[in-house]
């Protein structure tokens, strides 16, 4: 059975390298990919963008995006966004048997154990690690290693064998775009339509997003 892939994030905006993760995971894994918008990320500063407007730039960006699917579910629970809440609404929806798997960059993935319930999250889901081909996931710090020592799948096909526990690393190339760097952009009024969707840009225009009164600093 392919695994239920859920991809979370502020998307604050979502943009072309977003886009390019989810588009690899897919075809990576032949498998549909819900992406998950945060209302309250607890681990980072409040958002830009209120959450419905983030959560309406990632339904612009992916409508007729083939296996790509907006899942608003973290707006709806109140509270902070934790990726736990998240997986184990999830595992209630699929059942105990289904493969269900949580998509990270490498950074994220070697700052688990800052997470709330981090150590849930395995034997909840799997996890699948999006990194360059040049970066080393090698000597993972404790406790991580620990937690997942001997878990490493080496094929996309082996996270369909058991409904969680393993963790797998999908080497894309790098892509240049930049939430923070983006942000600027927009906050000093430049050019920032190579980094982020046709209709997510006219949004932005539309709403005067992350731009402040004057066109200045951002928010």
Sequence with gaps: MKPVLA????FDPVHVGHLAVARAVRDAFGAEVRML???DPPHRP???AGAEARAEMLALAIAGEPGLRLDRRELRRAGPSWTVDSLAE???ELGPQAPLAWVLGADAFRGLPTWHQWARLPELAHLVVVSRPDHD?????EPLATVLSGRRANRPEALETRPAGLWYCLRIPPHPASASELRRRLAEGQPAD???PAPVSAYIAAHGLY?????GAGV
């Design 46 to 48: 409040a958002p830009g």
């Design 37 to 39: 918008p945060a209302a």
């Design 90 to 92: 999830l595992r209630a």
């Design 7 to 10: 991809f979370g994030g502020t």
């Design 194 to 196: 190579d980094w982020l």
């Design 137 to 141: 996931l090698d000597g993972l710090p």
């Design 211 to 215: 731009r402040t009164r004057s066109g």
